[in-house]
RNA sequence: GUGGGCGUAGCUCAAAUGGUUAGAGUGCCGGGUUGUGGCCCCGGAGGUCGAGGGUUCAAGUCCCUUCGCUCACCCCA
């Protein structure tokens, strides 16, 4: 087999998972619409400066797992290994912000990232992203936590597990940086290489770590909602007042840390149990200085994005199979098979889903293909019902068969 | 980037210590049976045993190399 494969961490979904992937959407879409949000579709190619100043340079992201390259020795180009960036660019270089004070918007697409394939992670993989711009308020945290458990809900997930946490202003982590730094100097030697390394670029980082030893270390660490400012710590309150408003539990997680650089105060993340570390279905957060990092007006930001890959795959039980054609055609001899693709489309173009075989087999090879294709109806044709203009049509769940005519089949199938 | 597992038919998998023309189930195609289809029966097509090299009279099996897949670490959604 040396035939072309697709790229490695590049998958193909097929026509099965295609419509259950659709089902779901349909389901998102609806949730959206009633929250208020309107759909957005922007670039999967964009400047690689876009990404390096959003998500930051010195993070796993941006450092090893992009897929850039050179434009025809012109513009360095990245496929986006996120949509956030993105949105805000199309946000700021269209004015969307002179349209009015808050706008939200919703993405659905493909996202590009170089790392290992693994079980819930590949190379190209699909996010359903969420933004609010220009809404500061902590009842914009709240609302959007809230419609994302709607959201879950909506499709079938419910008691999936809530985390949330305040990672403060630039200016009040600033300090907590400092804090983490003298606490974890001490024991320096201890903590895992990428560790020691993340103390000097990302200090906050080192508590996503995952190795026990670290974890332990970790454990007497000083909290980021010990040092946020009064603002912070106000609004953060506030947001846990809405959530309790709507009686929705959810872990306060201190130790909650986000992998891109531009995320401000409110956090969270909803992970799901078992699976391993790609247990992450949902991560998001405010960047209240992104838009105005990225060139735009000072202008605050909040969202998310899910995994879809990952959310399909908490779905696996109940999934539904693409409906089946309400009408099967079999056609015996070449008179009938010209009578019976004619009437097929025909039948298609009002409307009803219909199937038939064009290669002429025997009445028993094409009853099978009538009955594994769950049609309700199959159609009989043969010479002589041709020259009579009628059909024997066969109810496939009682079984029962009648003679119809065929100018008038419509009004005898019950769809 | 690091580590483990696995590559035999479209799919799921067999093939004891190396030993004849590499098998089964399922799916596909055709035929038989049947109340024109489901169940059952018969037949057919489909494999360079991932690739390359080595050991041997003899390699799917042993050794080396390589590629691919997969799972975990890492990271993230």
């Given at each position: 087999m040396n035939n072309i494969t697709a790229v490695k961490g590049f998958k193909?979904?097929?026509?099965?998972?295609?419509?259950?992937?659709h089902q779901v959407e349909r389901i998102v879409r609806g949730v959206f619409a009633d929250f208020g949000f309107q759909e957005i579709h922007v670039p999967i190619l964009e400047k690689?400066?876009?990404?390096?100043?959003?998500?930051?340079?010195?993070?796993?992201?941006?450092?090893?797992?992009?897929?850039?390259?050179?434009?025809?020795?012109?513009?360095?180009l990245t496929l986006r290994p996120e949509a956030t960036s993105s949105i805000l660019r199309a946000y700021i270089e269209h004015s969307m912000f002179s349209r009015s004070s808050v706008t939200k918007l919703f993405s659905i697409?493909?996202?590009?990232?170089?790392?290992?394939?693994?079980?819930?992670?590949?190379?190209?993989?699909?996010?359903?992203?969420?933004?609010?711009?220009?809404?500061?308020e902590p009842q914009a945290d709240a609302e959007l936590i809230l419609m994302l458990v709607h959201l879950f809900k909506m499709v079938g997930l419910e008691n999936l597990s809530l985390d949330i946490n305040s990672l403060g202003c630039p200016e009040c982590r600033l300090i907590f940086r400092q804090k983490v730094i003298d606490f974890l100097q001490d024991t320096h030697d201890s903590l895992c290489p990428d560790c020691q390394r993340l103390l000097v670029n990302n200090p906050l980082r080192v508590f996503d770590c995952k190795n026990d030893s670290c974890r332990r270390?970790?454990?007497?660490?000083?909290?980021?909602?010990?040092?946020?400012?009064?603002?912070?710590?106000?609004?953060?309150?506030?947001?846990?007042?809405?959530?309790?408003?709507?009686?929705?539990?959810?872990n306060l997680n201190t130790r909650m840390v986000r992998g891109l650089d531009y995320y401000t105060r409110t956090t969270f993340e909803i992970t799901v149990p078992h699976m391993g570390s790609q247990n992450a279905v949902v991560g998001g957060g405010r960047y209240d200085g992104l838009i105005r990092d990225l060139g735009g007006p000072d202008i605050p930001g909040i969202g998310f994005a899910i995994g879809f890959e990952r959310l399909m795959s908490l779905l696996q039980d109940r999934q539904?199979?693409?409906?089946?054609?309400?009408?099967?055609?079999?056609?015996?001899?070449?008179?009938?098979?010209?009578?019976?693709?004619?009437?097929?489309?025909?039948?298609?173009?009002?409307?009803?889903?219909?199937?038939?075989?064009?290669?002429?087999?025997?009445?028993?090879?094409q009853m099978k293909k009538a009955d594994k294709s769950g049609s309700l109806y199959t159609l009989i044709l043969g010479e002589r019902e041709i020259q009579a203009g009628e059909g024997e049509l066969r109810d496939m769940g009682s079984s029962k068969q009648r003679t119809v005519p065929l100018d008038n089949l419509k009004s005898h199938i019950v769809q």
């Open positions: 193909d979904i097929l026509p099965e998972e295609a419509h259950h992937w690689t400066e876009l990404f390096t100043k959003g998500i930051g340079d010195t993070t796993d992201i941006v450092e090893k797992e992009m897929y850039t390259f050179r434009d025809r020795g012109e513009d360095s697409g493909p996202m590009f990232r170089r790392e290992r394939p693994q079980k819930g992670r590949y190379r190209q993989f699909h996010q359903i992203d969420v933004e609010v711009l220009g809404a500061e270390l970790i454990q007497d660490a000083p909290s980021i909602l010990d040092f946020i400012c009064e603002g912070c710590r106000c609004h953060f309150n506030q947001v846990r007042t809405c959530l309790d408003m709507f009686g929705m539990p959810y539904e199979s693409p409906p089946p054609p309400v009408l099967f055609i079999a056609a015996l001899g070449s008179e009938a098979q010209a009578a019976a693709f004619k009437l097929c489309n025909r039948l298609r173009l009002e409307g009803i889903r219909v199937e038939m075989d064009y290669a002429g087999k025997s009445l028993k090879s």
